[in-house]
C-alpha cells in the first residue's frame, strides 16, 4: 500500500501542507517581530526623554533597560515559539491556501476528506477506493511545488522594508540629535558609563586635558572646568578616591566672570576621580582621573657645615640647592633632606676624585618628620655626592640626585713688613720701629721676627697668641741701633715667621729684610746727593708757616678781645658776652699750646746736623725765634689770666700779636728769603751738572757706536742693540731740549742776586739752541731705530763733539757760580763760605733717563751690597718737604716729577722708595763708595754690549 501510485500521490499533499505551513507559522512570527520594531525603538526613546527629564540614577537606567531587553528577548521567544510549534493543521492550512489562491477553489479541503474516506476502515471497500481514485485524480490537478510560496507572509517585504528603515532612523538619530543625543543614548546602553544627563548648563574639565595625568605625591594641582550654556553661580568639585574607601572632598569652585571655574586640589596623596557638578546636582561633567606618582623626590634640602674645632667657627646650616658645596678640609656636613613621601632608609654615597667612594647611611629623622631624612659625613677630598632617596615602601627616586663637593685646604698664614717697607739705610743713633702684620684665615698661633747683625744672629722677638688665635695681628718691636750692637758699616738682618693653629701647621717666612747701618757724615752725604736747596727749605717753610698762621689767627683774637674790652666800658656784658669770653680765652690757650709746638720744632730743627754749612747761621735764627716765642706765650699768659678783664685780655693779645709780627718778619727776612735766593742758585748748579751728565752719557753712546761704524751687514742682535741705544739718545735729545728751558727759567729766578751765574746759564741755553743739539740727538736716534751703524756712530760722536765745547763754560759758569755764592753768603747772611758751594754741586737731583738703565747709573749709591740702577731708602734722618720755594721752581714744564704733589713730603726717611724719587747719573762724585759703584756699572754695560754684539757676529755666516 504503501508503495502505490495513489499513497505517494496523497503523501505529497500532505507533505506539501505540512511544509507550507511550516512556512506560514516562521513568516507570520518574523512580521510580528518586524512590527515589534517600531515599539521597541518608540519605548529606547521614551525611556531617553524620561531620564532627561529625571536623571534616573545607573541602576535605575540599568532596570529599564534590563527591563527592555527583556520584553525584546520575550518577544523573540514568543516568535520563536510561534514559528516552532503554533504551526496550522493541514486543513486548517488548506483553507488559509484556497483563500489566499482562488485557482484552488476547495480542490485542498476535497483532497484531504477523500483522503479520510479512503483511510476509514468502517466504509465499505468499494467507497475506499473510490475514495482513493479521488484523491489521484483530483492530486493530479493541484501543484503541490507552488504551496510553500503560497504560504509566505503577503506583507513580508513590506513590513521588513519598515523595520529596516525604523532601525535606520534609530541608528542615525545620534549623529543628527550630536553629542547631547549621543550621550543620551550611551547612558542606557553604558548605565554605569561616564556619560552625564542632558543638561542645559554643559560642564567639561579642560584642565588637566586628560586622563591619567600624573601627580607627583603630596603636591598640589589646578583644575579648571569650563561652561557652556546655562552659567551657573557656583560649582562644586568632587575628588573621590579611586582606591580605598575614603570619602569624597566636595570643593567649591571659584569663577572667573569668563565661563571658567577654578579650584586648586592640594597634598594628593592617592589617585582621584575628579567630576564639577552644580550645586543641585542636576549638571554634572565627564569624569577626569588623576594618577598619583608614589617615587619619592626631594623638595627641599639644608646642610649644616659644622668646621674642625681649631676653627672656633660655629656651625651654621644654610639651603642646599644641589649645585656644589664647599668645604674646609675636616668639617662635618649634615645633610637634611625633605621629600614629598614618608623616606626609609636610603645612602649617600660620596666619589673622592681619588680612592673608592664611600657610603653613609641616610636615615629617617627621629620624631615626627617623616618626610625628612639625615645624613653626616665628614670631608677629607673633593669628589661627587650621590644622594639615593628611598621610601617607607622601598621606592627609590626617579631620578637620583647628586652635587658636586670641593674640600679646601687651610692655606698658610700670609706675612708681610709693615715696617721698614724696603731694604733701607739707617744711622745708626736711630731708633725706629719694626712691624709685621700677618693674617690668616681661621687664627695664628705664633709671630716672632728673627733679627740679625752681620753673622751674629740674636734672640728672636716673639709673640704666642692664645686660645683660637687672632685672624689677623701685628707684632711690632722698637729696635736701637746701639742695643743690637751695631756699627757704621755693618748689615742689619730682619726676617719673619708666622704659624698658624692648624693642627698640622702651616709656616710662612718673610724675605730678608736688610739695613745698612750709615754715620751721620755719610747720612749728610747721602741726603746731599738725593737733595737740594729747595727741598731742604721746604723744612724751614713749614715753621714759618706755622707761625704765620699763629700770628693771622692771634690777629683776629686781638681784634675780637678788643671788640669785647669796648663794649665792657660802656656797659656790662650779657651772658652771650661772657660766655664768647670765656671761649676767646680757651682760643687764647690752645693758641699759646700751639706756639709752643712751633717753638719746639724750630727748636728741635736747630739740633739737627746741618746739610749745607749755610744752614748753620739758620740754626741761629731758629733759635732765636724760637725762645722769642717761648718768652711771648708765658708773658703773655701772665698777662692775661682766667680772671682778667676784658680789657686786659684784649691789651695782652695785642701786645703778643706785635712780638710775634716782629719776629715772623725776622723769619722772612733772615731765613726763608735767604733759602729761596741759594735755592734759585741751586737749581743753576743743578743744570749744568746735568749738562755734564749728559755729555757723559752721550760720550757712552758714541763709544758703543764704534763698533758698528765699518759694518755694512748688521745681524739681528746688531739692530736690537742698536734700538736699545735709539731710546737712550732719544732721552738725551729730550733732556738737552729740557735743559734749554730749565736754564732760562733759572736763570731769569737767579739773576737778581748771581748775574754773573745767569748769564752763563743764558750762554749756555742759547748755545744748546743755536746749535740744534737736541735735533742732532734726535736725528742720531732715527739712524739708531733704522739700523743704520755707520750714521749712527758718526752722528752720535757729532754731538758729543758738539756738547764737549761747552764744557769749558760749565767750567766758567760753575767759577763764578762760586763766587757769588761766597760774596751773597757773607752779605747777606754774615756766614762764612765754607764748603757750601761743593756741597750744592754734589746734588744729584735731576731725572735723567729709565732707573737702571744701560750705561746711567744710579747717583749716589753708598752700599756696596746694592745693584747699579737700584736705590735704597734711608731710615733715621730729616724729612725733606716741599714748600713754596719748590713749587716756584719746579712749577714750570719740565720738573719731570723732582718733586711731589705741593704740601707734600718730597723725602721721608722712613717711607718707601715709592715717596722719593728715583734720581740718575754717570757723574763722578767725590765719595769713594760711589764713585767705585758707578765704575762696576759702566764695566756690567761694557760687557754686556759685547757679549750681546760678539756672539751673534761669531755665528754669522
Known amino acids: 500500500m504503501s508503495s502505490s501510485p495513489q499513497h505517494r500521490n496523497r503523501a505529497s499533499v500532505l507533505e506539501a501542507l505540512r511544509h507550507a505551513a511550516s512556512t506560514f507559522a516562521s513568516h507570520r512570527a518574523l512580521v510580528l517581530l518586524l512590527r515589534s520594531v517600531k515599539y521597541f525603538v518608540a519605548a529606547f526613546i521614551i525611556l531617553c526623554i524620561a531620564d532627561a527629564v529625571a536623571h534616573f540614577a545607573a541602576d535605575t537606567r540599568l532596570g529599564l533597560i534590563l527591563l527592555w531587553g527583556g520584553i525584546a528577548l520575550l518577544l523573540g521567544m514568543i516568535g520563536l515559539v510561534i514559528a516552532c510549534f503554533a504551526r496550522p493543521k493541514a486543513d486548517e492550512m488548506a483553507q488559509i491556501l484556497e483563500k489566499r489562491e482562488g485557482k484552488l477553489g476547495s480542490k485542498l479541503t476535497n483532497i484531504l476528506e477523500l483522503h479520510e474516506q479512503a483511510e476509514d476502515d468502517q466504509l465499505a471497500p468499494l467507497t475506499r477506493d473510490l475514495a482513493q481514485q479521488a484523491v489521484t485524480d483530483a492530486t493530479r490537478e493541484v501543484d503541490t511545488s507552488e504551496l510553500a510560496t503560497i504560504a509566505k507572509a503577503p506583507f513580508l517585504k513590506h513590513e521588513s522594508k519598515r523595520a529596516a528603515l525604523v532601525a535606520v532612523l534609530f541608528a542615525l538619530l545620534p549623529l543628527l540629535l550630536g553629542e547631547p543625543g549621543r550621550r543620551q543614548f550611551l547612558r542606557f546602553l553604558q548605565p554605569h558609563g561616564d556619560h552625564p544627563p542632558l543638561s542645559f548648563t554643559w560642564l567639561q574639565i579642560s584642565k588637566p ?33 579611586v582606591e580605598g574607601d575614603g570619602p569624597a572632598k566636595k570643593i567649591p569652585m571659584t569663577t572667573r566672570g569668563d565661563g571658567l571655574f577654578v579650584a586648586v586640589l592640594e597634598n594628593i596623596e592617592q589617585p582621584l576621580r575628579l567630576t564639577a557638578l552644580t550645586t543641585n546636582e542636576r549638571s554634572r561633567s565627564k569624569h577626569r582621573h588623576l594618577a598619583v606618582l608614589l617615587n619619592p623626590r626631594i623638595e627641599d634640602a639644608w646642610v649644616t657645615v659644622t668646621p674642625p674645632a681649631y676653627t672656633g667657627l660655629p656651625p651654621h646650616e644654610k639651603p642646599f640647592r644641589f649645585t656644589g658645596i664647599q668645604a674646609l678640609e675636616g668639617s662635618e656636613l649634615t645633610f637634611r633632606l625633605q621629600s614629598n613621601r614618608p623616606l626609609g632608609k636610603g645612602t649617600l654615597v660620596a666619589t673622592p676624585t681619588e680612592g673608592a667612594p664611600v657610603e653613609v647611611p641616610l636615615q629617617p629623622e627621629p620624631g615626627d618628620k617623616k618626610n625628612h631624612a639625615l645624613a653626616k659625613l665628614v670631608v677629607s677630598q673633593s669628589g661627587r655626592l650621590h644622594f639615593q632617596v628611598r621610601d617607607e615602601g622601598n621606592r627609590a627616586a626617579e631620578d637620583e640626585t647628586s652635587s658636586s663637593l670641593t674640600v679646601s685646604q687651610d692655606l698658610p698664614p700670609s706675612l708681610s713688613f709693615l715696617s721698614p717697607q724696603e731694604d733701607s739705610f739707617v744711622v745708626d743713633s736711630h731708633e725706629f720701629e719694626i712691624e709685621i702684620s700677618a693674617s690668616d684665615d681661621y687664627g695664628l698661633r705664633t709671630m716672632r721676627i728673627l733679627p740679625a747683625v752681620g753673622e751674629n744672629h740674636l734672640s728672636p722677638i716673639e709673640e704666642t697668641l692664645p686660645g683660637i688665635g687672632p685672624k689677623r695681628h701685628n707684632l711690632k718691636s722698637t729696635v736701637r741701633l746701639t742695643d743690637l750692637g751695631a756699627q757704621p758699616g755693618d748689615i742689619v738682618t730682619f726676617f719673619a715667621e708666622a704659624i698658624d693653629n692648624c693642627p698640622d701647621p702651616h709656616l710662612t717666612r718673610t724675605k730678608m729684610r736688610r739695613l745698612e747701618v750709615i754715620s751721620e757724615q755719610q747720612y749728610q752725604e747721602f741726603l746731599r746727593k738725593q737733595a737740594d736747596v729747595a727741598q731742604i727749605a721746604g723744612a724751614y717753610e713749614e715753621l714759618l708757616d706755622r707761625l704765620n698762621s699763629a700770628v693771622q689767627r692771634q690777629e683776629e683774637l686781638a681784634q675780637e678781645m678788643a671788640e669785647l674790652a669796648k663794649a665792657a666800658e660802656e656797659r656790662e656784658l650779657t651772658p652771650e658776652e661772657k660766655e664768647r669770653q670765656k671761649q676767646l680765652q680757651q682760643a687764647q690757650e690752645q693758641l699759646n699750646s700751639e706756639l709752643r709746638d712751633v717753638a719746639q720744632g724750630m727748636e728741635e730743627m736747630a739740633q ?87 755729555y757723559e752719557e752721550q760720550q757712552t753712546l758714541a763709544e758703543q757706536t764704534a763698533r758698528f761704524e765699518q759694518t755694512t751687514d748688521l745681524s739681528s742682535a746688531d739692530r736690537m742693540s742698536l734700538k736699545e741705544m735709539a731710546g737712550r739718545q732719544r732721552e738725551v735729545a729730550s733732556a738737552l731740549q729740557q735743559l734749554q728751558e730749565d736754564l732760562k727759567r733759572h736763570a731769569d729766578a737767579a739773576e737778581e742776586n748771581f748775574p754773573k751765574a745767569a748769564q752763563s746759564a743764558r750762554d749756555l741755553a742759547e748755545a744748546i739752541g743755536d746749535d740744534n743739539l737736541p735735533g742732532l740727538g734726535r736725528t742720531s736716534s732715527q739712524s739708531m731705530l733704522r739700523g743704520e751703524g755707520n750714521d749712527s756712530h758718526s752722528q752720535a760722536t757729532h754731538l758729543k763733539e758738539e ?9 766758567s759758569c760753575q767759577g763764578s757760580g762760586q763766587s757769588e755764592l761766597d760774596q751773597y753768603l757773607q752779605m747777606a747772611m754774615g756766614s762764612q763760605p765754607g764748603q757750601n758751594f761743593q756741597q750744592m754741586m754734589d746734588s744729584l737731583c735731576f731725572g735723567m733717563g729709565k732707573q737702571g738703565g744701560s750705561g746711567m747709573g744710579s747717583g749716589g749709591s753708598m752700599a756696596t ?37 705741593p704740601g707734600t713730603e718730597v723725602a721721608n726717611v722712613d717711607g718707601t722708595e715709592a715717596d722719593r724719587g728715583s734720581t740718575h747719573s754717570t757723574r763722578s762724585t767725590s765719595t769713594p763708595e760711589s764713585q767705585g759703584l758707578l765704575q762696576e756699572y759702566q764695566n756690567l754695560t761694557e760687557a754686556y754690549f759685547r757679549t750681546l754684539t760678539q756672539s751673534k757676529d761669531e755665528s754669522a755666516p
Open 209 to 241: 586635558v586628560h586622563d591619567g595625568l600624573e601627580i607627583v605625591y603630596g603636591e598640589d594641582t589646578r583644575v579648571e572646568v569650563s561652561v557652556k550654556g546655562h552659567l551657573p553661580k557656583e560649582l562644586v568639585l568632587t575628588a573621590e578616591p
Open 608 to 694: 739737627q746736623t746741618p746739610v749745607y754749612d749755610f744752614e748753620e747761621r739758620l740754626h741761629e735764627q731758629l733759635q732765636q725765634m724760637a725762645e722769642k716765642i717761648e718768652q711771648s706765650v708765658a708773658q703773655n699768659e701772665q698777662s692775661a689770666s682766667p680772671n682778667s678783664s676784658p680789657s686786659e685780655m684784649a691789651k695782652a693779645a695785642a701786645e703778643q700779636h706785635d712780638r710775634l709780627a716782629q719776629n715772623q718778619q725776622q723769619g722772612e727776612d733772615e731765613i726763608r728769603e735767604p733759602l729761596q735766593d741759594l735755592a734759585a742758585m741751586h737749581e743753576l748748579i743743578k743744570d749744568i751738572n746735568h749738562f755734564m751728565a749728559l
Open 803 to 811: 756738547m764737549e765745547k761747552y764744557l769749558s763754560e760749565c767750567g
Open 865 to 901: 751690597g746694592i745693584m747699579p740702577g737700584q736705590q735704597m731708602g734711608l731710615m733715621g734722618g730729616r724729612a725733606l718737604i716741599q714748600g713754596p720755594i719748590g713749587r716756584a721752581l719746579a712749577g714750570g714744564p719740565g720738573s719731570q716729577g723732582r718733586f711731589g704733589t
